[in-house]
């Protein structure tokens, strides 16, 4: 097998079946029905009006819309994503709420297609347990994020402890602050 048959079949192993995708959306909307947090979890983030953030494994795009509302008009968000599907729901999402400020990317694998140091801060939130190559995926956060910025990152459905051991591990991010919700690091 060459090296872009071993690309697109370890991108499909992490890449969920569009059936486990459509059900994840349909839970999202309910929890977020019953449980409306987005906002007060992104404000523990950090971002701020006029930044470049990127939601990297954004799903249906539910931070993303959100980020779109603090970064505002001077302000852009790229959602990325590797399915499909989460690419559409962020279409749909941009155009339901006439969002100009959010760019929806599709990736490659661990290549977001995004140019260097581009983002002040990156988010890659309830996604990073089900990453693979933990080290590889943490370079390319650090590719695009600018010198002074920010990597905003969760544990997801791992230990706490076994997320830390992969970002430290990966000698590209310093964690500089914790807390029960996230992990908030600097590039080395």
Known sequence: MGS????????????????????????FRVIDFIYPHIKKRVKGFG??????????GCGPGRY???F????GEEGKVYAIDIHELAIEAVKKRIEKHNLRNIEPVLAEGYNSGLPD????????I??????RNPT????????????????????GHQPRSVAKEKIVGSGCWDIFEESKDHMKCRPR
């Open 136 to 155: 590889e995926f943490l370079k390319e956060l650090k590719r695009i994020t600018k010198s002074g910025g920010v990597l905003v990152i969760d544990q």
């Open 4 to 27: 872009l048959g071993r690309k697109a079949e370890k991108q499909n192993a992490e890449r969920m079946s569009d059936i486990s995708f459509k059900m994840m959306t349909f839970l």
């Open 117 to 124: 140091n581009i983002a002040d801060m990156v988010c890659a």
């Open 64 to 66: 993303a819309t959100v």
């Open 68 to 71: 779109a509302d603090f970064v």
């Open 47 to 56: 971002v701020q009006e006029g930044m470049t953030v990127v939601d990297y």
């Open 126 to 131: 309830d996604m990073f347990f089900g990453i």
